[in-house]
């Protein structure tokens, strides 16, 4: 596709449920990033994804969230046993080459736990 | 740690000119602005570098301060599309694969 792609848009999932959210990066971009954005902050560094290599997984909050990626393009954020402070817009980017180079967002996944 | 930004919000009058400052109270390799409209997904606006030059996009410049490290955003002359909340991220690592974001300037101009 054109651009970076995410879905679902909305997710509304009751606490302790488990959610997949997933993002389609642009093709050829070898670079893809998480992050969270909770209202009125700033973007939170999730994990990051380059090429083959092991992915950055430093931002992830708890070991309740996970993601992959899988064939270097489609990846899936997994959260398990969602709490109430999960909710966020969760924003996936890609960059055509590693750190330093232009990101390029999705519109990202508006997650409420309730 | 967050970098600090200022001012959290302004208004600007069509055609007034704005600075935004990034702070950080550790040493930067680079500086990634991205401005986001409500609703929408953020938009790349430019890098700073460590070292590098004083960067312009249309009317938006920006400058890198390594002394203080502390980055500035310059928008000239503003537009209406200009409004948007504009986020500085910074790279500790120097290798720019996880940015640590402020919490972002509110910018609105107006007719």
């Known amino acids: 596709g054109a651009g970076v792609s995410q879905s679902p848009s909305n997710k509304v999932t009751e606490k302790g449920k488990d959610v997949e959210l997933r993002c389609d990066p642009i093709s050829g971009h070898t670079a893809l990033y998480w992050y969270r954005q909770s209202l009125g902050q700033g973007l939170e560094f999730l994990i990051y994804f380059q090429g083959n290599s092991a992915p950055d997984k430093s931002g992830l909050p708890s070991d309740r969230f996970s993601a992959e990626r899988t064939g270097g393009s489609v990846s899936t954020l997994t959260i398990q046993r969602t709490q109430q402070e999960d909710s966020a817009v969760y924003l996936c980017?890609?960059?055509?080459?590693?750190?330093?180079?232009?990101?390029?967002f999705g519109q990202g996944t508006r997650l409420t736990v309730v | 740690q967050q970098p600090v930004q200022s001012p959290q919000a302004v208004i600007l009058r069509e055609g007034e000119d704005a600075v935004i400052n990034c702070s950080s109270s550790k040493a930067l390799y680079s500086v990634h602005w991205y401005r986001q409209k409500h609703g929408e997904a953020p938009v790349f606006l430019m890098i700073?570098?460590?070292?590098?030059e004083q960067k312009g996009h249309d009317k938006i410049s920006a400058s890198f301060n390594e002394k203080k490290q502390q980055s500035s955003l310059y928008l000239t002359a503003s537009q209406l599309s200009y409004s948007g909340t504009y986020f500085c991220g910074t790279d500790y690592t120097g290798t720019a694969s996880k940015l640590t974001f402020g919490t972002g300037t509110r910018l609105q101009v107006t007719l």
């Open positions: 700073l570098l460590k070292g590098g």
């Open positions: 980017a890609s960059s055509l080459v590693g750190g330093g180079t232009e990101a390029f």
